[in-house]
Structure formats: structure tokens, C-alpha cells
């Protein structure tokens, strides 16, 4: 059986530059995901006049059943998978006027808790020596949160996945009421949703360390500041620059001991609770 790679939301951006690496570099099948199709057969197109073969299949990170759908093709079709790069995500502008109660639910809805719902599916499927890359950010360093309690909870090298969903509930309660800081957080939902990003990282890679499967590594990184429609072309980095440190993390070789980190852009390890955030991001 072919070995798999799968990204979330490759159909632009800094996902679409990890697939076209991929498709380079992996030795095995490229699956380029996007939630709406015309974009992502566009994106694969335009690989495939780069002589690369990138395969494609639909999936909405925030549905259910779309989810369901891709886990049973690649259960029935390849019966495991052996590259994750869980990328999709979205964020407000500054300029945005939704009220930020809702761009707390939206915002945590998308990129932490519809990447456990991926997660959580897919993970079963994976093989041994499997590779998973979550795309945190520079926003997802736990330095990003204020409040020395709250930041005490996330450092909890014991934090379970379900007292992570629970802070991540708290969030969105207390953006209800606008009372998010005075709970400890910083006044951006981005940011509360990639330290969040980080942190599940490190209790993936615990759950893989009791997992029966050899070698099964998570890490979390930071691309980079990067010129995509996310950061409306105001990233100095490209988007083929911002998927190295991903790339590099999809295709760490076996038997690694980078596990369980957070990764900057450089490839660098940074402790995610003690380092203090790199500069420039
Ligand atoms: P873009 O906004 O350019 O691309 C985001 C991708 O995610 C798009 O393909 C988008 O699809 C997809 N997406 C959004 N919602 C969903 C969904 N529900 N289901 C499936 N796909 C979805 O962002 P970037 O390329 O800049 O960012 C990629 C990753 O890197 C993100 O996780 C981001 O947070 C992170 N990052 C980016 C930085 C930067 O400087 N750009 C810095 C730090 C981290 P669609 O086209 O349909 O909207």
C-alpha cells in the first residue's frame, strides 16, 4: 500500500505551498484537501502543469460528516496514513467588526476545536513512524497569555485534552460577557486558539508515547510571518518559505526525538513554557 499525506486547507497559502513540497519530497501519495472543491481541483491543476501529481479530496474541517466521509476513503483506499499536516484555519482581520464574542466562538471553533475533530478521526488511521504537524503561530507561544493563572493551567505538563476543551469553552463564555481578560486572556481570539494549538500538541504526542504504534510523532510550529491572504500580503516571508519548518517536521526521519514541540520557523525547538517568544516572529 501507497504511504499518505494529507494537509488541510492546501488549496491556498502556506498549505498549499506544504503540499506542492510534499509532493517533491514524500515518497508516497499527496492529498491536497480543501473545503470547497473548485478551489482545491484549481490548486491541484496548477500543480499538475508543475509535472507534480497531487491527489485531491474535499474536506471541511468543521463538518462532521465531511470529515467522516475523507476518513472512510482513506481507511477503504490506502487502510492507514502516514502524514497529517493539520493547517486549516481562519482569522479575523484587525479591521473586523464582528463583535468578539463571536469571533471567540468562530475562531476556536475552526482552528482548535475542528483540529481535534481531525484529529481524533483520523489518528486511528495512522501508521507506525506517522508524522503529524500542527500549525500553531507565533500567537500560540505561551507567553501570549497574561494571567499567570490561567498560563499555569496550560503549562500543566499533566493537562488532559478534555481540561484543554474545557478552558477553551471558558474563552468563549467569557468573551460572551467581555470579561475574557479579566479571566487572564489577551484580547485576541487568534492568539487564544493557537495557544491552544500548542498546547493539545503536547498532550497528543503523550497519548502517542502509550500509543501500541512505533514511533507516532506531533509537533507543533510556527511558519513564519508569511505573504498570505490570512495576513492580507503584509508577511515578509513566502508561503514556499513559510512550509519549510512544516515540511521539515512531516518528514522528521524515524525513530526522532523531536516530538512534542514547538518548532519555529528556523526549525528551532523552543520551550514552549520556559523560552521566551523569539523576535523578530
Ligand atoms: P490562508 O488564510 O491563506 O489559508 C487558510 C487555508 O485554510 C485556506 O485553504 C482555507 O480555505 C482553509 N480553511 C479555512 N477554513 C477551513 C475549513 N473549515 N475547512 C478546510 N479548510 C479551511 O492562511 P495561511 O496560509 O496564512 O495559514 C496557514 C496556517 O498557518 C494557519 O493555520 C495559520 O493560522 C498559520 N499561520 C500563518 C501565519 C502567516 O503569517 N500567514 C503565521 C502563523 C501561523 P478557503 O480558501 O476555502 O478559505
New binding site residues.
Partial sequence: MSRVAVV??????????IAKGLCRKFDGVVYL????EA?GLAAVEHLKKEGLKPKFHQ?????DS?VNTFKKYLSDTYGGLDVLV??????FKNDATDPFSIQASETVK??YF?LVRVSEALFPLLRPHARVVN??????HLSRIPGAELKARFANPDLTQDELDQIMREFIEAAKTNSHQESGWANSA?SAS?VA?SALSRIQQKQFDKDAREDLVVNAV??????????SHK?T?T?QR?AQAPIYLALLPKNTDIKGKYIWHDNTIIDWVNDPLPTP?
Fill in positions: 488541510t486547507g492546501g488549496n491556498k497559502g502556506i498549505g498549499f505551498a484537501t480543501a473545503r470547497d478551489r474536506l471541511d474541517v468543521t463538518d465531511s493539520n493547517n486549516a484555519a481562519i482569522a475552526v482552528n475542528s500549525l500553531s503561530s507565533s500567537a500560540g487568534y493557537k494549538v510556527h511558519p513564519g510571518y508569511v505573504d498570505t491572504d490570512m495576513t508577511g516571508l508561503p513559510g516572529y
